[in-house]
């Protein structure tokens, strides 16, 4: 019952949807709504027969109970297609910057689409600085926007939405995303209850995403091959669309259903304490892969001129390459700079297209009230001086509209990225520091990064430090995963190691050979057996002998008293010609507490025989090692003498970057180029942010930071800078090899574009 009762459905219904199949009525228990919850009757309607052999919806009537069209076995697709995609259609559009994401999760007992002029909403859109809008064809429910003959139209649709869309953008020249939801899709569930995601012990329930309201489609179902894929060829080839998006991937649960475990072998370990638990996570999130590879190589054989999205695959938590035909990254949901920030440094390494996007809504998607705009902008400021487009997500009303609020908002800030398109547009991030973000350090040894929240949080957190270290202190840096490191590790004048566990030999040895060439290497010691690599300790010539027993130590700072960090500290000594740069100071012990002193920190002591950070040359090149978890500590705790100490470390190692920014405020800055040019960009970060609901961040309110001295190194001989947007020449002086310019104020970004600096 439980199943039907998702929809509404009684259990005499039935609802068959998959491939080569005619639509049919199923049956609805009376007064209930498309939540599950009681609600009001009367949503029965009459039927008749549709055009194309199916069975369409009119307005409400009075005959009880029947009220979803579904498709019954052995029908064919006659129909021919309504759009045909001009060759190469994808590749010669204009960048889409802004894009509208209007979510349209429609329950069964709403009508859909009365009075919707498809012409009207693009001119709307595009109106209101809108490049592209994401429309959807299947929702989180399974139901449709247009008159599939594969998957399960929505109930009461009243005309086709996609086709609408589809000609108004064509006509208005807005780009065409179509969304499908992958793995929520509760009608299909109750058509084929064995196609459901059975997640049913203590772990697996508190753990993965599942907001409640949808049934889960298992990934060894014949969801694939029966609904998901033919759907997704059914749209390209019928519809005129730029780009497929798809949602709702692998944050899910294992599954427990008798399929999962006939194909892995036995019973589904429900915790990475049984002993098969390595061996079932690899084979699972292979199932997710194959599904991925399959989607993408039949898609792109039914229509190649269409572009593969799928949405947070192939980011930060899943830094690999993604599949051949995926043509752009993607991530959302968080309002926040130092969410999109992250998110899109990562992506600026893998060398694709991205973007980032975000509701407008003040507390996730659970409200229609508008975010203050200074949320909004911020979180648009850092995707787009990283190289990424930016997505508004909105909420359609049932006809189809967006709310007044919703267009302003649009208006408000695609209007701030729209005036920079002349610096954003064809630019991409100069490659200097490289970030290393490995798949195997936050995995684990027992892939505990999935399905656990917990653990998820735990191994990102030195990412997640660094991050917010350098977007907040101006240090510009892209994030690669281990096989992009490898390939464009010679582009880069600084690698850094953030606590990297697991660094298999043959990365040591690619950046030992870098190191040789002439490169320079920071790396930060995990406080964990797991983060011991022999050979880079080699390379930076520490000789290790454990680590301390105390979760706290103190550093030595030039000028002033000893400081005290938390962290487990690595106990090394410089050998083979390195030296000490940072010395450790050890906390007084005494009588029967050592070192826990009162609250449970003792006062610093004397020297220590073992160092902080140590340097030493390689051939051409250089290595500090950091005996401690620097940047998992920065995100625990904030600490700004560490981000003081790690930005000295980096100017021993890069004196001279592309661009350095001098303020006290939280500034991020972007260095990119863009053919001759270079474009720096400073985003501020220092705005009043607070948390609603103690997780949802919002921005009221962004000060203005006057009078930030910028240092651009200087570049070709005559370069001209200018403060974008508006062109305005500003006053240079060149002298220690920079050029010094004053940036006035400082509000949410400020561009400064240097032409002809790489002539």
């Not at 892209?478 to 880069?492: D, H, I, M, Q, S």
Request: net charge neutral; charged share 20%; with cysteine.
């Amino acid at each position: 019952m439980r199943l039907f009762s998702a929809l509404g459905y009684d259990a005499t219904g039935s609802c068959v949807v998959g491939s080569g199949m005619r639509w049919r009525w199923i049956r609805l228990s009376s007064g209930v709504t498309g939540d599950g919850a009681s609600g009001a009757g009367n949503l029965s309607h009459k039927n008749r027969e549709a055009t194309n052999g199916t069975k369409d919806c009119e307005s409400p009537g009075t005959v009880p109970e029947t009220i979803a069209i579904i498709p019954e076995a052995g029908a064919v697709n006659r129909r021919e297609p309504l759009y045909r995609k001009e060759p190469s259609m994808v590749s010669t559009r204009s960048t889409y910057l802004c894009r509208s994401h209007p979510d349209f999760h429609m329950p069964a007992d709403v009508e859909v689409g009365a009075g919707f002029d498809g012409r009207a909403y693009a001119r709307r859109l595009k109106a209101s600085g809108a490049d592209a809008v994401a429309f959807f064809a299947k929702c989180h429910y399974g139901h449709s926007y247009y008159p599939t003959q594969v998957g399960c139209r929505h109930p009461r649709l009243a005309k086709d939405m996609l086709a609408e869309v589809v000609r108004g953008c064509r006509a208005e020249g807005v780009g065409i995303v179509c969304y499908m939801s992958v793995f929520h899709d509760t009608a299909a569930v109750v058509s084929h209850p064995d196609w459901l995601l059975k997640a049913d012990n203590a772990f697996t329930l508190q753990n993965g995403f599942d907001c409640g309201r949808y049934l889960q489609v298992c990934v060894n179902s014949g969801y694939r091959d029966e609904l998901f894929i033919p759907q997704s060829i059914e749209v390209v080839t019928n519809y005129d669309v730029d780009e497929m998006f798809y949602d709702t991937m692998t944050t899910f649960k294992p599954c427990f259903c008798d399929n999962c475990k006939r194909l892995f072998g036995g019973e589904i370990p429900e915790s990475d304490k049984d002993p098969r638990w390595l061996e079932y996570v690899k084979w699972y999130r292979g199932c997710f892969e194959r599904f991925f590879i399959e989607t993408t190589e039949r898609v792109h054989a039914a229509n190649p001129n269409v572009g593969i999205i799928f949405n947070w695959e192939w980011g930060t938590r899943n830094p690999v390459p993604p599949p051949p035909h995926i043509t752009r990254l993607d991530a959302d949901l968080i309002p926040t700079g130092t969410v999109a920030s992250a998110q899109c440094r990562y992506f600026a390494g893998t060398g694709l297209p991205f973007d980032y996007m975000t509701g407008r809504f003040l507390h996730g998607l659970g409200n229609w009230n508008n975010a203050p705009v200074a949320t909004i902008k911020y979180t648009a400021a850092c995707t787009v001086a990283n190289g990424g487009g930016f997505y508004i997500i909105d909420r359609q009303i049932p006809n189809g509209d967006l709310e007044e609020r919703g267009y302003a908002m649009m208006r408000e800030v695609f209007g701030f990225i729209q005036e920079r398109r002349h610096v954003l547009e064809g630019a991409a991030h100069a490659p200097e520091i490289a970030v290393l973000h490995s798949f195997d350090s936050i995995m684990g040894d027992k892939l505990q990064f999935f399905p656990d929240h917990r653990a998820r949080r735990d191994r990102m957190e030195a990412f997640e430090g660094i991050s917010r270290m350098f977007m907040h202190h101006a240090r510009h840096y892209t994030a690669l995963g281990v096989p992009n490191l490898l390939k464009r590790l010679g582009e880069y004048r600084l690698v850094i190691l953030p606590e990297i566990e697991y660094l298999d030999d043959k990365t040591a040895a690619a950046l030992r050979g870098y190191v040789e060439a002439g490169g320079a290497l920071l790396v930060s010691q995990s406080a964990a057996e797991a983060g011991i690599s022999r050979p880079i300790l080699n390379l930076a010539g520490a000789d290790f002998a454990g680590f301390s027993d105390l979760e706290y130590g103190y550093f030595a700072r030039p000028g002033s008293e000893p400081i005290a960090v938390r962290g487990r500290f690595a106990n090394v000594r410089p050998v083979n010609g390195a030296r000490e740069v940072i010395a450790r100071i050890e906390p007084l012990r005494a009588g029967k507490g050592g070192a826990q002193f009162g609250h449970g920190y003792a006062p610093a002591a004397g020297a220590s025989e073992f160092s902080v950070a140590i340097e030493r040359p390689v051939g051409q090149g250089k290595v500090i090692y950091l005996a401690m978890p620097a940047f998992k500590q920065y995100w625990q705790y904030q600490n700004f003498y560490v981000a003081e100490m790690v930005g000295g470390l980096i100017d021993r190692l890069l004196p001279d970057p592309y661009a350095r920014a001098t303020t006290e405020a939280q500034v991020e800055i972007a260095v990119m180029r863009k053919g001759r040019d270079l474009i720096v960009h400073l985003v501020n970060h220092s705005g009043r942010e607070t948390l609603g609901g103690h997780f949802y961040p919002s921005t009221e309110y962004m000060p203005e930071i006057r009078g930030i001295p910028v240092a651009i190194r200087a570049g070709a001989a005559g370069a001209v800078i200018t403060l974008e947007p508006g062109g305005r020449p500003v006053e240079t002086a060149l002298r220690d090899g920079c050029l010094h310019v004053t940036i006035p104020a400082l509000h949410f970004m400020e561009t400064l574009q240097a032409k002809d600096y790489f002539a």
